[in-house]
């Protein structure tokens, strides 16, 4: 190979390098997924320390004291409530 190709080709790869990594990526986002999506309150389902709010019991977010409290709640997307052992969309 000569010294003309081989300095085409390796310019060549730079290029193609940089432009590839200049590219946005459109890769799917639960996070930004969850944003569009109508959420729902359900009630029963947290885990202790991880609910986003509460129904009276304690003043909000991650302050449930116990797991699958009946006055805490999880948002989640709406309809998956019904779907979930012990989950209700009103505070017990």
């Given amino acids: 190979m000569n010294r003309f190709a081989l300095a085409a080709s390796t310019l060549t790869a730079a290029v193609g390098l940089a432009l590839v990594l200049q590219a946005p990526v459109h890769a799917a986002?639960?996070?930004?997924?969850?944003?569009?999506?109508?959420l729902e309150k359900c009630y029963g389902i947290n885990a202790a320390g991880k609910n986003d709010c509460a129904a009276g019991s304690h003043s909000c977010a991650g302050q449930a004291t116990a797991a699958r409290d009946p006055k805490s709640f999880v948002l989640i997307p709406t309809g998956s409530c019904a779907k979930i052992a012990g989950g209700t969309t009103s505070a017990m």
């Fill in 29 to 38: 986002d639960d996070s930004k997924a969850m944003g569009k999506e109508k």
